[in-house]
């Protein structure tokens, strides 16, 4: 906001201002206030008033003197840009807006007034017109200072990152004694994956800027990516000792630059800052340095097992599991996760004790407390909604916990499919486990794991006698979170148990659970109108981008060469992941347009699309889900490939409750070569797909009510265990019977 205003010569008024920029709000305020009593009409003299105002932190004082000053005279810009600037503190930014645009009515070509109304458009949340707005001014002026710093931040945040590097090459290249142009230039080079020229830009904004906390920090970022690693804990030592709340403050941009999707829990470790970005790139499907990846990981895995230790990051274990990594380096992972919960845990204390159970009660019912942060528009919250309907009330009372806020129908549905439901993403860890912990809780069951918005501290805690986890990630929580993980014994064989922290409960066909009531809308359009060609065969795979790897994809193009006319449908993931895929189809001599990309549409219009697929082809280390449960449900036939992990096999366990054996490849070779016979044998294809049709109301993959029976008959024995004084054991669950629900 301008201090000195211009006007009319007075000495009085000019002495104020000039005390205003030596730091004495105070002072100057008094002086133009005696000036504004002799002369009532002094616009100037009411300006330097809001602005001293301003300086001392009375916002609302300072707008009544600013707005007067205007009223005196609306030509008075520095006044109108101060008026707008205030507006904006006080959180009225359309009223700030509005003053700007007055001011580029009065003066169109301003290129000031242009970058202000871009600023304030995107604390509008309207980044395409603040944009344009930025545009304009930089047509006016080129190289105007302020224009080409916001429009390099708006373009980073929006993903547009060559774009957002050109500009601030062209910052730093004019205002090469800019801190700020050099920081940026460094931020954004680092987002591109290039360390070194980001190391190299941060330094030349520390030369001019030594003790910027902010600089600093990302230094560490850039050196850790550079595997300098004692370079890196100096610069984020330095960073704190020169501004500890700027360094703390940081996280939020760190995360962004190196793609660590807690913010709160970046970790200032540079080998898991790094491991965390190399992960990141698996998500747009960049494998140029997962040989780094994967041997880190191990690496990481190794020292764990030697001697455990903390982990922040979930996603190094997320997004691992689609990595070649056996279930003890996962294992290790879990632990090291689970000790950073644990740490979290210690600090806090609930004001509850954990619950004493049903038998404090006079219903005898048991109380069930689900918590997940996917109560929202999520895949898992379509599962969900479902068998928490169709619980036995009579023996259940089932209570619902979110861990983070969404709203829309599912999340209505699975409101009014619990007895209770409570939004606790307001709350903090020990808030939660108290709650939990006064609602009586007996058996607390996880949704999730390891994932964005969990809250792995609030078992640890300890607020509920018994612990379960259910669905969620594909792998063990480690440590000793959790008493009991839900499963089935072909997804995770018995004798692979030393491989989980948890006791194993395996259901008789499958744990994997559908929602028997998902509507398929009716099937409108044509093959082109999806990108599809009239003729030849679809392959198809709707999994999550990051499941998508090198070796699945090798496979995948040398079907594609095998069979002409033949495309891959896949998910679209966006514009990173279709160029970085259509590069490796280049690679193995595919062209690009045999890889169509499917939009994502609401979920009966995606399930009716699959009738235009001929075969999914599941991936590799971390299979198909949900989507392979869509796909079946939708009439797809779904090829999987059996592995040696749970996240490997879910895909095939689903395939096989399905009733549909003969397409569970027991390894890669078998897995081409049955694609590629189905692919050259339509007649067989169609009698699986006839097959499939008929068994949908009957085989044990769809057949959601008897999965309910038998979770039930799960929680009943870990109730009774836990009411009989014994350990957490693992068991079967027997096969039952009984009405549908």
């Not at 000019?14 to 709000?25: F, H, K, M, N, S």
């Not at 707008?63 to 101060?82: Q, T, V």
Request: hydrophobic content about 45%; some cysteine; charged content about 25%.
């Amino acid at each position: 906001m301008g201090t000195d205003p211009g006007g009319l010569a007075n000495p009085a008024l000019d002495q104020a201002a000039a005390l205003l920029r030596q730091g004495e709000p105070a002072q100057a305020e008094a002086i133009a206030l005696r000036a504004a009593k002799d002369d009532p009409v002094s616009a100037r003299a009411w300006f330097i008033i809001g602005a001293a105002r301003h300086s001392q932190g009375n916002l609302d004082a300072a707008l009544s003197a600013i707005e007067r000053a205007l009223a005196l005279d609306p030509d008075l810009h520095e006044a109108r840009r101060a008026f707008a600037a205030i507006l904006l503190e006080l959180k009225r930014p359309n009223e700030a807006l509005a003053q700007v645009e007055e001011l580029l009515q009065r003066r169109p070509a301003a290129t000031d007034f242009l970058v202000d109304a871009g600023f304030i458009l995107e604390e509008l949340g309207e980044p395409a017109a603040a944009l344009a707005r930025y545009n304009e001014a930089l047509q006016r002026t080129p190289g105007d200072f302020r224009g080409l710093l916001n429009r390099g931040a708006l373009l980073a945040r929006l993903g547009r990152l060559e774009e957002a590097l050109r500009n601030n090459q062209t910052l730093a290249r004019s205002h090469v004694g800019s801190a700020a142009a050099h920081y940026n230039l460094a931020d954004v080079l680092l987002r591109l994956d290039r360390p070194a020229e980001a190391l190299a830009s941060v330094e030349r904004s520390l030369r001019l800027r030594p003790d910027d906390a902010n600089a600093l920090m990302l230094r560490g970022l850039a050196l850790a990516m550079l595997e300098r690693d004692a370079e890196a804990h100096a610069a984020f030592a330095r960073a704190r000792e020169a501004d500890a709340a700027a360094a703390g403050n940081f996280r939020t941009a760190a995360a962004a630059a190196v793609g660590v999707a807690v913010p709160q829990r970046l970790t200032l470790d540079p080998r898991q800052i790094r491991l965390a970005r190399l992960l990141e790139r698996q998500k747009v499907c960049d494998w140029r340095e997962r040989g780094r990846l994967i041997d880190g990981l191990r690496a990481l895995a190794a020292d764990l097992r030697s001697k455990p230790f903390p982990l922040e990051e979930m996603g190094l274990y997320h997004t691992a599991l689609s990595l070649p990594l056996k279930a003890t380096d996962q294992q290790a992972l879990a632990r090291g996760i689970a000790l950073a919960a644990v740490e979290r845990a210690a600090a806090l204390s609930i004001n509850a004790p954990a619950a004493i159970g049903s038998a404090g009660r006079t219903d005898g019912r048991i109380r069930l407390g689900f918590i997940s942060p996917n109560f929202r528009d999520h895949p898992s919250a379509k599962l969900h909604w479902r068998h928490l309907a169709l619980r036995d009330r009579t023996r259940f009372e089932t209570f619902g916990y979110s861990l983070h806020r969404g709203e829309g129908p599912l999340k209505q549905r699975i409101v009014e499919a619990c007895d209770e439901f409570r939004e606790l993403s307001g709350l903090d860890s020990r808030e939660i486990a108290a709650r939990i912990a006064r609602d009586g809780i007996d058996i607390l069951v996880d949704l999730a794991g390891h994932l964005e918005h969990s809250r792995p501290e609030v078992f640890a805690l300890r607020p509920v006698p018994v612990r379960a986890s259910y669905l969620g990630l594909p792998g063990t929580m480690g440590g000793e979170l959790i008493d009991y993980r839900i499963t089935d014994a072909y997804t995770t064989p018995p004798e692979e148990e030393s491989c989980w922290s948890e006791k194993l409960v395996f259901l008789p066909d499958t744990f994997w659970i559908y929602n028997d009531r998902e509507a398929i809308a009716e099937v409108k359009a044509g093959r082109r109108e999806f990108g599809l060609p009239e003729r030849g065969f679809v392959f198809c795979c709707f999994n999550t981008n990051y499941k998508i790897e090198p070796d699945v994809f090798a496979a995948w193009m040398r079907l594609l060469a095998r069979v002409p006319g033949s495309v891959l449908w896949l998910l679209d993931g966006g514009e990173a992941v279709r160029r970085n895929l259509q590069r490796e189809a280049a690679s193995h001599g595919v062209a690009a347009e045999r890889l169509v990309f499917a939009p994502r549409l609401p979920h009966a219009e995606h399930l009716a699309r699959h009738a235009y697929a001929d075969l999914f082809i599941d991936t590799f280390y971390c299979g198909a889900h949900t989507t392979a449960t869509d796909a079946l449900w939708a009439g797809l036939p779904v090829l999987a490939c059996l592995g040696d992990t749970m996240a490997s096999r879910i895909g095939a366990g689903i395939v096989r409750a399905a009733g549909l054996p003969e397409l569970i490849a027991p390894d890669r070779a078998a897995y081409e070569a049955t694609a590629l016979r189905l692919a050259t044998q339509p007649q067989e294809l169609a009698e699986l797909r006839a097959r499939l049709a008929r068994s949908r109301s009957t085989c044990a993959l769809f057949d959601t009510a008897q999965r309910v029976r038998e979770l039930d008959l799960a929680f009943e024995t870990m109730w009774q265990r836990h009411r009989a004084g014994l350990p957490p054991e693992s068991f079967a669950v027997p096969r039952t019977s009984g009405a549908g629900a």
